[in-house]
Nanobody, 121 residues
């Protein structure tokens, strides 16, 4: 599975962005999909994940209630809708495909390139 993330950009605090991650291959629907992020000088951290069917979304506490993960298996795409953005959300965001609904990046086998989100105060 090859993954291509897009949709990052510069936004003011309180604004919104929607990230997309397009997958190649016909096995997309078999994978759990996740979003992770890495801020400058920090470790990569889990943001959200969704099961193969689109159910059971799972969020980091830091984004719960503000971010929504969804997927469209017909389009081989997973989305991350980000609302009420904060400066601390600034990071490179990565999508990943894995086999378990978890926040542990060890369980994700395929990674896209990052898309940069910058939130100004």
């Amino acid at each position: 599975v090859q993954l291509q993330a897009s949709g990052g950009g510069l936004v003011q605090a309180g604004g919104s962005l929607r990230l997309s991650c397009a997958a190649s291959g016909r096995t997309f629907s078999r994978y759990v999909m996740g979003w992770f992020r890495q801020a400058p000088g920090k470790e990569r951290e889990f943001v959200a994940a969704i099961s193969w069917s689109g159910g059971s979304p799972y969020y980091a506490d830091s984004v719960k209630g503000r971010f929504t993960i969804s997927r469209d298996n017909a389009k081989n795409t997973v989305y991350l809708q980000m609302n009420s953005l904060k400066p601390e959300d600034t990071a490179a965001y990565y999508c990943a495909a894995g086999s378990a609904l978890t926040g542990s990046d060890d369980m994700y086998n395929y990674w896209g390139q990052g898309t940069l989100v910058t939130v100004s105060s």
